[in-house]
């Protein structure tokens, strides 16, 4: 069984720590690309290198009075450096540093989330395989259709996150962007040869900007956890809508000394599945916030910053948790077999109706003549409880046309799942 609560490696990515510890990268590979263009001397570099270091608690004081965390950050550093600290951030502005590492931070959650989204595949895939034959019935509009598997339903899921998948790998590819062309992103005071040079370094591409990089580009990345969020909890009301005491089906995982209700012993409630409808919520609404960065006054204002202080942990570390519950609720999940065969029947064999319309139009009759008399011996089963084949043996419509034996046929479960194995071969990728 996995920690369900445990999370300190994403939530490490977001501390002050590795923020600057960012920093401190994006501003010694754009002094490596300076030494190379022959603007800052090796003993220079080498000294940098060697001495650059920051202090948290240190930068927050300095922060304290500045107002200003880029300046604190580097005032900090200078403390270290010494004389050759002249040569740090020299042409690049707070953005240079800020967006090109706000690219590297969330490409780092993005990947952390790839792998959790990977091993929530995992889950799904092997939770199909190994209820690929389980009877349930299917259900549209939350009324019973025809039969399916529960591995079928499972299935489905795990194709979907099969497409969450590629949408995080599509985002870390969106945002694997840098910027160090200056205040206003025109070059004048720090060579293209220095960015380039600089952000492959770090593993970036460079892109078209001004004093920012353009918001739309990181707005892909909250799309993606959006969406994730979405496909999970899509998974997880079904949990909730399976557990309910009319269906039955499943049931959360129920752990040793766990209490349901303050007031009443018997419960068992969906916990779990809920707790992932509420927050894929929060990841939904923070791409409104995403997308509402993209506007901004002339080359930048500093409106979007704020927000991404916020949005950056909250969604990365949200899905993050959110995968590793939902991995918890499928690795863990408790299926009631007798109660899917047992719902299976609870409508007298009314799924079966399509069948019979198809046999009788099979056998001759008009398909609109066929639909009223299913349709009208169906919902007489449905309402007095009488077995819907038994109805079918009385009446003379239908008797003209199948014979006994030929309506007991119809009513075999085994005619839906003749295609299991072959959908399963396709896209089980087994």
């Given at each position: 069984?996995?920690?369900?609560?445990?999370?300190?490696?994403?939530?490490?990515?977001?501390?002050?720590?590795?923020?600057?510890?960012?920093?401190?990268?994006?501003?010694?590979?754009?002094?490596?690309?300076?030494?190379?263009?022959?603007?800052?001397?090796?003993?220079?570099?080498?000294?940098?290198?060697?001495?650059?270091?920051?202090?948290?608690?240190?930068?927050?004081?300095?922060?304290?009075?500045?107002?200003?965390?880029?300046?604190?950050?580097?005032?900090?550093?200078?403390?270290?450096?010494?004389?050759?600290?002249?040569?740090?951030?020299?042409?690049?502005?707070?953005?240079?540093?800020?967006?090109?590492?706000?690219?590297?931070i969330l490409r780092q959650a993005l990947e952390l989330i790839l792998?959790?989204?990977?091993?929530?595949?995992?889950?799904?895939?092997?939770?199909?395989?190994?209820?690929?034959?389980?009877?349930?019935?299917?259900?549209?509009?939350?009324?019973?259709?025809?039969?399916?598997?529960?591995?079928?339903?499972?299935?489905?899921?795990?194709?979907?996150?099969?497409?969450?998948?590629?949408?995080?790998?599509?985002?870390?590819?969106?945002?694997?962007?840098?910027?160090?062309?200056?205040?206003?992103?025109?070059?004048?005071?720090?060579?293209?040869?220095?960015?380039?040079?600089?952000?492959?370094?770090?593993?970036?591409?460079?892109?078209?900007?001004?004093?920012?990089?353009?918001?739309?580009?990181?707005?892909?990345?909250?799309?993606?956890?959006?969406?994730?969020?979405?496909?999970?909890?899509?998974?997880?009301?079904?949990?909730?809508?399976?557990?309910?005491?009319?269906?039955?089906?499943?049931?959360?995982?129920?752990?040793?000394?766990?209490?349901?209700?303050?007031?009443?012993?018997?419960?068992?409630?969906?916990?779990?599945?809920?707790?992932?409808?509420?927050?894929?919520?929060?990841?939904?609404?923070?791409?409104?916030?995403?997308?509402?960065?993209?506007?901004?006054?002339?080359?930048?204002?500093?409106?979007?910053?704020?927000?991404?202080?916020?949005?950056?942990?909250?969604?990365?570390?949200?899905?993050?948790?959110?995968?590793?519950?939902?991995?918890?609720?499928?690795?863990?999940?408790?299926?009631?077999?007798?109660?899917?065969?047992?719902?299976?029947?609870?409508?007298?064999?009314?799924?079966?109706?399509?069948?019979?319309?198809?046999?009788?139009?099979?056998?001759?009759?008009?398909?609109?003549?066929?639909?009223?008399?299913?349709?009208?011996?169906?919902?007489?089963?449905?309402?007095?409880?009488?077995?819907?084949?038994?109805?079918?043996?009385?009446?003379?419509?239908?008797?003209?046309?199948?014979?006994?034996?030929?309506?007991?046929?119809?009513?075999?479960?085994?005619?839906?799942?003749?295609?299991?194995?072959?959908?399963?071969?396709?896209?089980?990728?087994?």
């Amino acid at each position: 069984m996995i920690e369900r609560y445990s999370l300190p490696e994403i939530s490490k990515i977001w501390s002050l720590e590795n923020k600057y510890e960012t920093w401190l990268r994006v501003e010694l590979a754009v002094c490596s690309a300076y030494n190379k263009f022959g603007k800052i001397p090796d003993n220079s570099l080498n000294n940098i290198i060697k001495k650059a270091r920051f202090n948290v608690i240190e930068i927050e004081e300095t922060e304290a009075v500045t107002r200003h965390d880029v300046i604190a950050f580097l005032t900090n550093v200078a403390k270290y450096v010494g004389e050759d600290s002249r040569f740090i951030h020299m042409g690049l502005t707070s953005s240079d540093i800020g967006d090109t590492s706000f690219s590297l931070i969330l490409r780092q959650a993005l990947e952390l989330i790839l792998k959790k989204t990977e091993a929530l595949e995992g889950s799904l895939k092997n939770q199909a395989l190994r209820h690929k034959l389980t009877p349930m019935i299917g259900r549209t509009h939350g009324i019973h259709a025809e039969p399916i598997t529960f591995g079928f339903k499972l299935l489905i899921f795990y194709e979907e996150i099969k497409r969450v998948k590629k949408r995080v790998k599509d985002a870390i590819l969106s945002i694997s962007y840098g910027k160090l062309s200056g205040a206003v992103g025109t070059y004048a005071n720090i060579p293209p040869e220095v960015e380039h040079d600089a952000l492959d370094l770090l593993g970036l591409k460079s892109i078209l900007s001004n004093q920012v990089i353009q918001r739309d580009v990181y707005a892909d990345a909250f799309y993606a956890l959006a969406a994730l969020g979405a496909s999970c909890e899509k998974i997880a009301l079904e949990i909730r809508h399976l557990m309910r005491t009319e269906v039955a089906e499943m049931e959360e995982p129920f752990a040793p000394g766990q209490k349901g209700s303050s007031a009443m012993p018997h419960k068992k409630n969906p916990i779990v599945s809920e707790n992932i409808c509420g927050l894929s919520r929060v990841l939904r609404s923070n791409l409104i916030s995403a997308i509402e960065n993209i506007p901004l006054w002339h080359e930048r204002d500093i409106s979007h910053s704020s927000v991404e202080r916020i949005i950056g942990p909250d969604s990365t570390i949200l899905a993050y948790y959110v995968l590793n519950q939902l991995i918890y609720l499928i690795d863990n999940m408790i299926v009631n077999k007798d109660n899917m065969l047992k719902n299976i029947d609870l409508t007298k064999g009314v799924i079966f109706s399509q069948k019979v319309l198809l046999s009788l139009t099979g056998k001759g009759m008009l398909r609109e003549d066929a639909y009223k008399i299913v349709q009208k011996l169906a919902h007489e089963s449905i309402q007095t409880q009488i077995n819907f084949k038994d109805l079918l043996k009385k009446d003379e419509s239908v008797l003209k046309l199948l014979t006994i034996n030929e309506i007991e046929g119809i009513f075999d479960i085994n005619y839906y799942y003749k295609y299991i194995n072959y959908i399963f071969d396709k896209y089980a990728n087994i």
